[in-house]
Nanobody, 123 residues
Framework: QVQLVESGGGLVQAGGSLRLSCVASGRTFSSSTMGWFRQFPGKEREFVASISGGAGNINYADSVKGRFIISRDNAKNTVYLQMNSLKPEDTAVYYC????????????????WGQGTQVTVSS
C-alpha cells in the first residue's frame, strides 16, 4: 500500500511563494505518475500539475502555468510543487496523488492520495 504525506502548506501574502512536498512510501515511486490537485470549498478537486515517472512528461493547468513548477526526486521518493506569484484565488487544500501509467488531468485514475495541505493566500 502506497502512502503519500504532503507538507509545506501555510499562509502567505499575495505575490509570495510556497513549496509543497509529498513523500511517498513504497518501491514503485520512480515508475509512478504523480499529480497535484486542489480543492476549493464546495467544489470538486481540480487538476494543478502532473509529472511522469521519469519527469519526461509534465503538464499544468492553464491557471497555474508560468507560476507553478512540479518536480520530483526519485531518490527521495518525493514530488514537489513550487508555487510562485501566489494569488488569493490559489487558496485551497492541495493534494498529491499517484498512479501507474501516463499522466492524466482527471482525478479518478489516481489510486493514491495524500491527506491534503491547506494553502491560504492573503490579499
Amino acid at each position: 500500500q502506497v502512502q503519500l504525506v504532503e507538507s509545506g502548506g501555510g499562509l502567505v501574502q499575495a505575490g509570495g511563494s510556497l513549496r509543497l512536498s509529498c513523500v511517498a512510501s513504497g518501491r514503485t515511486f520512480s515508475s509512478s505518475t504523480m499529480g497535484w490537485f486542489r480543492q476549493f470549498p464546495g467544489k470538486e478537486r481540480e487538476f494543478v500539475a502532473s509529472i511522469s515517472g521519469g519527469a519526461g512528461n509534465i503538464n499544468y493547468a492553464d491557471s497555474v502555468k508560468g507560476r507553478f513548477i512540479i518536480s520530483r526526486d526519485n531518490a527521495k521518493n518525493t514530488v514537489y510543487l513550487q508555487m510562485n506569484s501566489l494569488k488569493p484565488e490559489d487558496t485551497a487544500v492541495y493534494y498529491c496523488a499517484g498512479k501507474g501509467g501516463p499522466t492524466d488531468w482527471k482525478p479518478s485514475p489516481y489510486n493514491y492520495w495524500g491527506q491534503g495541505t491547506q494553502v491560504t493566500v492573503s490579499s
